[in-house]
Protein backbone atom coordinates (compact mmCIF):
# COMPACT_ATOMS: atom_id res chain seq x y z
CA UNK A 1 0.00 0.00 0.00
CA UNK A 2 1.18 3.41 -1.26
CA UNK A 3 1.38 6.07 1.55
CA UNK A 4 3.04 8.70 3.73
CA UNK A 5 2.12 8.87 7.76
CA UNK A 6 3.02 12.81 9.42
CA UNK A 7 3.73 12.37 13.02
CA UNK A 8 4.88 15.11 15.50
CA UNK A 9 2.72 17.64 15.47
CA UNK A 10 1.17 18.97 18.26
CA UNK A 11 1.04 22.34 20.73
CA UNK A 12 4.14 24.19 21.04
CA UNK A 13 4.57 28.00 22.72
CA UNK A 14 5.93 30.59 20.48
CA UNK A 15 9.98 30.39 19.82
CA UNK A 16 9.45 26.98 20.53
CA UNK A 17 10.59 23.69 18.47
CA UNK A 18 9.15 21.01 16.67
CA UNK A 19 9.82 17.88 14.43
CA UNK A 20 7.68 16.18 12.29
CA UNK A 21 8.77 12.90 10.51
CA UNK A 22 7.03 11.50 7.16
CA UNK A 23 7.35 7.57 7.07
CA UNK A 24 6.85 6.22 3.37
CA UNK A 25 5.70 2.68 2.49
CA UNK A 26 4.78 1.57 -0.68
CA UNK A 27 6.97 2.79 -3.11
CA UNK A 28 11.03 3.33 -3.85
CA UNK A 29 11.15 6.81 -1.77
CA UNK A 30 14.73 7.47 -2.60
CA UNK A 31 13.89 8.14 -6.53
CA UNK A 32 11.37 10.88 -4.70
CA UNK A 33 12.00 14.64 -4.44
CA UNK A 34 10.03 15.08 -1.23
CA UNK A 35 7.86 18.10 -0.11
CA UNK A 36 6.47 20.14 3.24
CA UNK A 37 3.43 21.91 2.75
CA UNK A 38 1.10 23.60 5.18
CA UNK A 39 -2.65 24.89 5.47
CA UNK A 40 -3.67 27.29 7.75
CA UNK A 41 -7.28 27.78 8.52
CA UNK A 42 -8.83 30.01 5.81
CA UNK A 43 -6.01 29.73 3.62
CA UNK A 44 -4.50 28.35 0.25
CA UNK A 45 -1.96 25.46 0.90
CA UNK A 46 1.54 26.49 0.54
CA UNK A 47 5.03 24.48 0.07
CA UNK A 48 7.47 25.14 3.09
CA UNK A 49 10.44 23.10 2.16
CA UNK A 50 11.85 21.24 -0.61
CA UNK A 51 14.75 18.41 -0.46
CA UNK A 52 15.91 16.30 -3.69
CA UNK A 53 15.71 12.96 -4.00
CA UNK A 54 19.66 11.84 -2.32
CA UNK A 55 19.10 14.99 -0.33
CA UNK A 56 22.01 16.92 -1.61
CA UNK A 57 19.49 19.87 -2.57
CA UNK A 58 17.24 21.69 -0.60
CA UNK A 59 14.72 25.02 -0.55
CA UNK A 60 12.45 26.73 1.40
CA UNK A 61 9.65 29.16 1.25
CA UNK A 62 10.99 33.03 2.81
CA UNK A 63 8.71 32.64 5.59
CA UNK A 64 10.58 29.88 7.07
CA UNK A 65 13.65 30.88 6.00
CA UNK A 66 16.52 30.07 8.62
CA UNK A 67 14.23 28.67 11.00
CA UNK A 68 13.10 25.21 9.13
CA UNK A 69 15.51 22.67 8.11
CA UNK A 70 14.26 19.90 5.80
CA UNK A 71 16.00 16.95 5.58
CA UNK A 72 15.54 12.95 4.79
CA UNK A 73 16.59 9.67 5.73
CA UNK A 74 16.71 7.22 2.70
CA UNK A 75 17.82 4.10 4.81
CA UNK A 76 14.55 4.70 6.96
CA UNK A 77 11.92 5.85 4.12
CA UNK A 78 11.63 9.02 6.15
CA UNK A 79 11.66 12.77 5.42
CA UNK A 80 11.58 15.45 8.49
CA UNK A 81 11.03 18.65 9.39
CA UNK A 82 12.68 20.77 11.92
CA UNK A 83 11.33 23.76 13.04
CA UNK A 84 12.67 26.11 15.51
CA UNK A 85 11.69 29.67 16.94
CA UNK A 86 7.95 28.82 16.05
CA UNK A 87 5.47 31.61 15.74
CA UNK A 88 1.74 31.58 15.73
CA UNK A 89 1.59 32.25 11.89
CA UNK A 90 3.45 29.05 11.77
CA UNK A 91 0.09 27.15 12.81
CA UNK A 92 -1.04 25.28 10.07
CA UNK A 93 -2.06 21.55 8.98
CA UNK A 94 1.35 20.06 7.48
CA UNK A 95 1.50 17.53 4.68
CA UNK A 96 4.22 15.74 3.18
CA UNK A 97 3.98 14.77 -0.19
CA UNK A 98 6.21 12.77 -2.57
CA UNK A 99 7.09 13.43 -6.08
CA UNK A 100 8.38 12.23 -9.18
CA UNK A 101 7.75 12.73 -13.19
CA UNK A 102 5.18 10.04 -13.12
CA UNK A 103 3.16 11.05 -9.91
CA UNK A 104 2.52 12.34 -6.26
CA UNK A 105 2.18 11.09 -3.00
CA UNK A 106 0.38 12.72 -0.90
CA UNK A 107 0.15 11.92 3.32
CA UNK A 108 -3.18 12.87 5.64
CA UNK A 109 -1.34 16.13 7.64
CA UNK A 110 -0.46 16.49 11.18
CA UNK A 111 -1.83 19.67 12.84
CA UNK A 112 0.56 22.07 14.90
CA UNK A 113 -0.70 24.72 16.82
CA UNK A 114 1.85 27.74 17.88
CA UNK A 115 -0.11 29.11 21.06
CA UNK A 116 0.52 30.51 24.47
Known amino acids: QVQLVESGGGLVQPGGSLRLSCAAS????????MNWYRQAPGKERELVAT????????SYADSVKGRFTISRDNAKNTVYLQMNSLKPEDTAVYFC?????????WGQGTLVTVSS
Open 97 to 105: KATSVLRQI
Open 51 to 58: ISSVGGST
Open 26 to 33: GFTFRNYA
